[in-house]
């Protein structure tokens, strides 16, 4: 499984819309997304449009329209997302749960690549559906309050400076996950 652009672009909204509700902000509009998160506007507006059909999100049409989350972020699943975006998790389609392929091997049942990629796919299901938006929205405000980061859609001055992304990676550590943020005593 391979996050699409599209799938990226989708989550990154939603995480947004998710941060900007808990700060307070009713609506964003798609521009401010966009721009937020350099997305192509046109291809944010198709996206939003396929979650608002699917009931992630809903719209308000007007000069002080724009997005919000339909559902409480608690109850919008990661796994759910990738899925309605990017389609099914599993890396071959023998191995789906919800987009069954018959493999092409004589022999499924002892198929060891088949083996070892429903594991594969049972790992990603696990750690996508585990989580909501609601917990990715969490590690990501404690992160930016820690790090004094303005708050993005807030209403204070300091974070209204416009986003600016740096050309560096910045310097995650292999425990700087969103586990390791959630749980305490997570260890690689």
């Given at each position: 499984m391979k996050l699409s652009k599209k799938g990226e672009y989708a989550l990154r909204a939603l995480i947004d819309l998710g941060i900007a509700a808990e700060v307070g902000r009713p609506l964003v509009q798609v521009s401010e997304l966009a721009a937020k998160e350099l997305i192509p506007i046109k291809f944010l507006e198709q996206i939003m449009q396929l979650l608002k059909e699917e009931g992630f999100i809903e719209s308000q049409r007007g000069k002080f329209g724009g997005y919000r989350l339909a559902r409480p972020a608690n109850k919008i699943t990661i796994g759910g997302i990738v899925r309605l975006i990017d389609g099914p998790l599993a890396p071959i389609g023998c191995?789906?749960?919800?987009?069954?392929?018959?493999?092409?091997?004589?022999?499924?049942?002892?198929?060891?690549?088949?083996?070892?990629?429903?594991?594969?796919?049972?790992?990603?299901?696990?750690?996508?559906?585990?989580?909501?938006?609601?917990?990715?929205?969490?590690?990501?405000?404690?992160?930016?309050?820690?790090?004094?980061?303005?708050?993005?859609?807030?209403?204070?001055?300091?974070?209204?400076?416009?986003?600016?992304?740096?050309?560096?990676?910045?310097?995650?550590k292999p425990v700087e996950g969103l586990l390791s943020n959630l749980l305490s005593d997570y260890s690689i």
């Open positions: 191995v789906s749960h919800t987009a069954y392929e018959k493999c092409s091997c004589p022999d499924e049942t002892h198929c060891g690549l088949r083996m070892l990629m429903l594991d594969v796919r049972n790992a990603i299901a696990g750690i996508l559906d585990r989580y909501t938006l609601a917990d990715v929205v969490e590690v990501t405000l404690r992160k930016m309050r820690r790090d004094n980061v303005p708050l993005p859609f807030s209403d204070a001055p300091a974070a209204r400076r416009s986003a600016t992304r740096s050309a560096d990676r910045p310097d995650l």
